[in-house]
């Protein structure tokens, strides 16, 4: 948890400190749930960030994912509702690419046979891994996922894995259990 709410100037400073100058000299700002979900996770590590509409997940999502491959993770998983994906891969990354230092290399499994899944799954290569919350429901979810290895899971929309009762959820939580095991 952060100490406190950032106000306008931590909100200020956090947008100084993370914006790109040509992003930050036209005015663009962080809002301060973004620069308050960014800091929670450099304190802890981690974080469950519950924050509405519009108020910046892919951002949040993409800077901490950024964060982690600067601190040595070099394979991160963004799960996220099949409808987003297309609007993370045209709209939110390159907008993100413009805002931030973002250089990850992004690996989308949604499209992809289950032959091509597997190529990718083993291949090592790093960046962040787009994975669509619905191939948590096919059976073979286990043999692209655990060659992965990614050392960090950021949930966008984690409420699609409410239900403790569903193959999707169950699926996770075996590939978490997988990736403690390790």
Do not use: C
Not at 9 to 16: K, V
Not at 60 to 78: C, D, K, P, T, V
């Amino acid at each position: 948890p952060v100490n406190h709410w950032p106000d306008a100037e931590d909100t200020e400073i956090a947008s100084f400190e993370r914006l790109n100058a040509e992003a930050f000299m036209v005015n663009e700002r962080l809002f301060p749930v973004q620069a308050a979900a960014v800091a929670a996770y450099e304190q802890v590590g981690g974080g469950i960030f519950p924050i509405g509409v519009g108020h910046g997940k892919s951002g949040i999502s993409l800077m901490i994912a950024q964060i982690a491959y600067n601190s040595g993770i070099r394979r991160i998983m963004l799960l996220v509702p099949v409808q987003l994906v297309n609007g993370l891969l045209n709209r939110h990354i390159p907008e993100w690419r413009r805002r931030v230092p973002f250089s990850l290399n992004v690996h989308v499994v949604a499209g992809l046979t289950s032959y091509e899944r597997n190529q990718l799954a083993n291949s090592g290569a790093p960046g962040l891994y787009v994975v669509p919350y619905s191939f948590l429901s096919v059976k073979d979810t286990m043999d692209f996922l655990i060659p992965i290895r990614p050392g960090l899971v950021i949930a966008d929309e984690v409420h699609n894995l409410k239900n403790p009762r569903s193959a999707r959820t169950n699926r996770f939580l075996h590939f978490m259990r997988q990736l403690e095991d390790e």
